[in-house]
């Protein structure tokens, strides 16, 4: 009674404590299924104040999907196109925040006058033509107006959502068209830019030089300390400054190829299939093979691409069958079914008709009366081209036919209810010879057995050796090369290998120092491996990476070379060819300008160098001058300054690279640089 007591006069404390616990049970929940209360967990992209959600994404992937598979493209990473997409989004909305902003905007009039006005933009005028309208005017009537047409809205509900698509593409274009015009306008060469410009690359010095390259010193003999390694960190500090967290580690692929063992089997496989064909007319001994493709058809000696393949043709009987060609892990035979002497292709007319039989015997009737192509064709009911080359090959027999015994006038080349091709044969080609050819081709691809054996392999490798260190010291004697990986959250691909996003995800929730499990599910010619060496989540890449470290430890490493190559050599002759023996060298020539960034036979980034040259006296001996990558003597032949004043092409060099065009040019950059841009796409994709 006394403990109940108790908690009774406790009560309200009790039930603060209770409350508080749920509220951390709740708040904890949410947090962990990525604040979807708060209506963050479905965002992939913030662009400062911007949301960009995963529906949003989804929809815009998806289309430019279909249109890359409409145009024929093959998409062969999806993870590439996800990130070519969720870039150009970002772009657009930091795009058009900035156009906002300036208060740049597209009236009514604007938007349907480049549509479908007199002067519409090209691209809608072509638009309109592949969907078969004369302009862009007709084709908006026909998807916003279709019952005019006897059309159901369901009907033109793609077209009709596309048409609305390229309104905001064009919209943005107009923008952006406006934006460039102020900016063409605001950014300009005052006379110091144009001054200052012209100065940089109006003197060319024709030099005299000799040199000593660093790579003619042992490294061995010039190891650089952990003090000088720093101290040329801090120098160079700039150059390693992250954008973003970087994660950086070794990667193992193994390339599934077939063993000797499928090769043999191919082999035999090959053999076998060499004799029936040698000894039966056609392929059909081995038509029943599926591990073997044919592809027959009449082609003539230019249609064949392959040489080998070419000149064999061309040299056989019907019958003969060409040695088995191997590249790329596929055999190939060519088998000479038969051959003819044959018309490949005619000149013609040809004119479609949409209509019952009376319309189209009318239409063929008004043809052949003499009336003009030009007054019959409508492009509504009645369509067509004049003077068309036709290629035979292929065309079925009896169409074949037709089109060759045709006389002078049009005829009805096909001919249904409601729709007829009539047709009219200009000219024929001279006969030629034809080949009814079998391309026989089959793949080695991997048993079973060997993806087995080489998966049993690696994982039995990754058991043992389950660290990174373990990983990327043990490779090599292992049979396995292990490359170094820098990835930040959206890198599609691991070191350029197709569908390894899954691979990139698995670093970014991994611990330092672990291994990967074998990733070989998206991509089924590689088996991949990573190990996670090291997170670099601070403002830079620290000097320990091994890259960093790689870099500065051969700029150290030059610039000591330099300081010996210069004591060696400073002082110890009075001219060039002097320089040349000691140097054991000869004596070069080489055009110089302020502005040159790469010099011709000395490479890029010879700074001091150049700067020594522009401030240099003709015909004295100067040197021993310590370069990046070499030490010079030299001597000035001639300082030439340019007869010209500047004029027009200083404007077009400031512009490009440093007024309006180079603005333009960088704009999503520095628009980037302006605007935080917080990328979530690891956790979605």
């Known amino acids: ?85 969720i870039e150009g989004m970002i772009s657009e909305k930091l795009l058009d925040k900035e156009l906002e902003e300036v208060g740049i905007y597209v009236t009514d009039a604007e938007l349907t006058e480049a549509m479908t006005g007199n002067n519409a933009s090209q691209d809608m005028v072509r638009y309109a033509q592949q969907m078969g309208f004369e302009n862009p005017a007709q084709l908006y009537d026909f998807l916003f107006n279709p019952a005019k047409y006897g059309v159901a ?69 010039y190891q650089v300390s952990d003090a000088e390694l720093n101290a040329e960190y801090a120098k160079k500090k700039g150059m390693f400054k992250l954008a973003e967290e970087q994660r950086m580690g070794h990667v193992i692929a193994v390339d599934v190829v077939p063993s000797a063992e499928d090769l043999a089997a191919s082999k035999a496989l090959i053999d076998t299939s060499m004799v029936v064909l040698r000894s039966a007319a056609g392929v059909d001994g081995i038509r029943n093979n599926s591990e073997l493709v044919i592809e027959e058809g009449t082609m003539r000696l230019n249609d064949i691409r392959d040489a080998q393949m070419k000149e064999f043709i061309g040299a056989a009987k019907v019958g003969d069958v060409s040695e088995p060609k191997f590249v790329s892990n596929v055999y190939t035979i060519a088998k000479l079914n038969g051959k003819k002497l044959e018309v490949d292709s005619v000149n013609i007319n040809m004119v479609t008709v949409q209509g019952d039989k009376k319309a189209q015997d009318s239409i063929l009737n008004a043809l052949n009366s003499g009336k003009a192509f030009a007054e019959v064709v409508d492009n509504k009911t009645v369509g067509g081209e004049e003077n068309v080359w036709q290629v035979l090959m292929n065309v079925a027999d009896s169409v074949k036919t037709k089109i060759l015994n045709a006389g002078t006038g049009y005829f009805s080349l096909t001919s249904g209810d409601q729709m007829a091709y009539l047709v009219k044969v200009n000219s024929k080609v001279a006969p030629k010879n034809m080949y009814d050819v079998a391309f026989i081709t089959h793949k080695v691809i991997p048993s079973t057995k060997t993806v087995n054996d080489l998966r049993d392999n690696l994982q039995a490798f990754i058991n043992e ?48 120092g672990s291994v990967s499990p074998i990733f070989d599910k998206d991509n089924k010619d590689k088996m991949v491996v990573v190990a996670l060496d090291g997170v670099y989540d601070g403002e830079y890449m620290p000097a320990s990476d091994s890259q960093v470290k790689s870099m500065l430890v051969q700029i150290a490493m030059n610039s000591k070379k330099g300081d010996a190559l210069v004591e060696k050599y400073n002082g110890k002759a009075n001219d060039l060819e002097g320089y040349a023996k000691l140097m054991e060298s000869k004596v070069d020539t080489a055009f110089v300008t302020y502005g040159q960034p790469f010099v011709p036979g000395l490479g890029m980034g010879e700074n001091a160098f150049v700067a020594s040259v522009v401030s240099a006296k003709e015909n004295e001996l100067n040197g021993v001058v310590k370069g990046n990558n070499a030490v010079y003597v030299y001597k000035v032949i001639k300082h030439e300054r340019t007869q010209r004043t500047p004029g027009q092409e200083v404007e077009r060099q400031f512009s490009t690279t440093r007024g309006n065009s180079a603005v333009l040019q960088n704009a999503d950059a520095i628009l980037r640089k302006a605007t935080e841009v917080e990328n979530n796409m690891i956790k979605f994709f």
């Open 465 to 512: 050796n389950n660290t990174s260190e373990l990983l990327e010291s043990k490779a090599v004697a292992a049979g396995y090369q292990p490359m170094p990986v820098v990835v930040n959250s959206t890198t599609p691909q691991i070191n350029g290998i197709a569908n390894t996003r899954k691979a990139v995800q698995w670093l970014f929730g991994a611990e330092k």
């Open 153 to 221: 809205e369901q009907q033109i509900a793609e077209a009709k959502a596309n048409w609305l698509r390229l309104e905001q593409d064009m919209v943005r274009v107009l923008k952006q068209s406006k934006l460039q015009a102020l900016l063409v306008g605001a950014i300009q060469a005052n006379e110091l830019d144009k001054k200052a410009l012209f100065e940089e690359n109006a003197v060319t010095s024709q030099v005299a030089y000799v040199k000593a390259d660093y790579s003619s010193l042992k490294d061995e003999d």
């Open 1 to 85: 009674m006394a403990a109940l007591e108790k908690i009774r006069k406790r009560a309200v404390l009790l039930t603060v404590v209770i409350g508080v616990a749920l509220l951390a049970f709740i708040l904890g929940d949410l947090i962990n299924s990525g604040q979807a209360f708060f209506g963050d967990g479905n965002t992939i992209v913030k662009v400062g104040d911007e949301k960009i959600d995963a529906m949003e994404f989804q929809k815009r992937y998806e289309e430019i999907s279909a249109q890359y598979q409409n145009s024929g493209n093959q998409i062969t990473d999806g993870a590439v196109l996800q990130k070519n997409v």
